[in-house]
């Protein structure tokens, strides 16, 4: 029997709409193979819904995404919307999303695949595999906390403020979630604060002490996000799972995706306890490329997979979308950000057309 899954489309700023029709086709040839419907509808999100709207979340797109079984999302954000104030910008339509949703685990796997290992600026034997999974808590922290603003002083001076919060029951679903998924990877789990600093760092440290003995089968280990940072470039490979706050995760996931190659190669998956998940790739609308066909869609493709797997436990066309992903590396297809010598030099159009031809021969 088919089965039939709505999805949202994002597709956002930038390369965004580029990289999903990418993700569409891939998509719609997968679903064939294994009996899938896709039902897409798309939604304006950040800049584009900006210059319809004037929102960068409308409320019709919430609902939408609420409506459906997955949001496929691609990217937000661009030079032509960098002046306007923070809650009316691009970025403010992605938050606004994770909150409405109640996304509050974010999922960044950053696995270095052989083909690409010489695309990777650190040396060969640093960077061989690394396998991390990054787990992010995305609605509170420092990104959600109040009092926020910038507010004007007695004596006229401005003063901005952001405040890094969390309670224990935010640090304690975050954990859950990570504990699991380093369970079902190699049963390790670092979890990173600035506990020696941070009062809210000093809690989470405690809580998710407290929460590792319910998981005696998991190594727990604690680092400093400075420390952390210098151990992700000095020696990637002693971490399996980690575990942060908001801020601690949107700069360490950035740093771990560098280590495969290219930002341009890694998926993520927003998760609540229920309801839609959002599947996006951790990097951005690069505007310097949109519309020039030099896109690299993989991440776009792979955070499609991640959908299939997470969302909707489909593994078998999960594993064929990654490995038609795979496939053209092995064929030595490199759109410029991963481009190394003797490789075969594409944009986005063509990586799509050869994906297309690897789902044909899988
Ligand atoms: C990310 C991005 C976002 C974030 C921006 C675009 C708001 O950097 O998903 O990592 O900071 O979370
Ligand atoms: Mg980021």
Known sequence: MTKNYRVTLLPG?????????VAVDVLNIVGKKFDIN?????????????DATGEPLPSATLDTCRN????????????????LPNHQRPEAGLLGLRAGLGLFANLRPAQILPQLIDASTLKKEVVEGVDIMVVRELTGGIYFGKPRGIFETETGERRGVNTMVYSESEIERIGRVAFEAAR?????????????????????????????????DVELTHLYVDNAAMQLLRAPKQFDTIVTGNLFGDILSDAAAMLTGSIGMLPSA????TGAGVFEPVHGSAPDIAGQDKA???????????????????????????????DVLQRGYRTGDIMSPGMDLVGCRAMSAALINSLGGI
């Not at 700023?13 to 029709?21: F, H, L, Q, T, Y």
């Not at 927003?270 to 306890?273: N, R």
């Open 13 to 21: 700023d930038g390369i965004g709409p580029e990289i999903m029709a």
């Open 68 to 83: 459906s079984d997955a949001v496929l999302l691609a990217a937000i954000g661009g030079y032509k919307w960098d002046s």
């Open 270 to 273: 927003s998760l609540g306890a």
């Open 296 to 326: 690299n869609p993989l991440a776009q493709v792979l955070s499609a997979a991640m959908m299939l797997r997470y969302a909707f436990n489909e593994k078998a066309a999960a594993d064929c979308l990654e490995n038609a992903v795979l």
């Open 38 to 50: 896709f039902e897409f509808q798309e939604a304006l999100i950040g800049g584009a819904a900006i």
């Open 184 to 216: 079902k990877r190699r049963g390790k789990l670092c979890s990173v604060d600035k506990s020696n600093v941070l009062d809210v760092s000093q809690l989470w440290r405690e809580c998710i002490t407290k929460l590792g003995k319910e998981y005696p």
